[in-house]
């Protein structure tokens, strides 16, 4: 993967610090299948969080776009799919 994805306009204004973790999710994800790179990318989300790094809705779609920026309409598929039942877990969470 090149470096096209730090031009994504949703990136501007983005700090260092999400810029940075964004870079070490890329550069660690390679390789991965869909369902490998998507619990990778939540487990180092909600680790980031955890340190108070929260990430808007249209900051997770963007790394999320650039994530599967490589892969087959099917992989991008898969990956859709389990973004939308991770994200349907969460919010019955919060509603709980």
Same mark, same amino acid.
């Given at each position: 993967?090149?470096?096209?994805?730090?031009?994504?306009?949703?990136?501007?204004?983005?700090?260092?610090?999400?810029?940075?973790?964004?870079?070490?999710?890329?550069?660690?994800?390679?390789?991965?299948?869909?369902?490998?790179?998507?619990?990778?990318?939540?487990?180092?989300?909600?680790?980031?969080?955890?340190?108070?790094?929260?990430?808007?809705?249209?900051?997770?779609?963007? &790394?999320?776009? &650039?994530?599967?920026?490589?892969?087959?309409?099917?992989?991008?598929?898969?990956?859709?799919? &389990?973004?939308?039942?991770?994200?349907?877990?969460?919010?019955?969470?919060?509603?709980?």
């Amino acid at each position: 993967m090149n470096n096209r994805w730090m031009d994504d306009p949703v990136l501007s204004g983005v700090s260092d610090e999400k810029l940075e973790f964004l870079t070490n999710v890329i550069q660690n994800s390679k390789g991965m299948n869909p369902q490998q790179m998507l619990t990778y990318f939540m487990k180092e989300s909600g680790q980031a969080s955890q340190r108070g790094m929260i990430f808007s809705d249209e900051e997770t779609a963007a &790394i999320l776009k &650039i994530l599967t920026a490589d892969m087959s309409p099917s992989d991008k598929k898969k990956v859709e799919t &389990i973004q939308k039942m991770v994200s349907m877990i969460s919010k019955k969470m919060t509603q709980k």
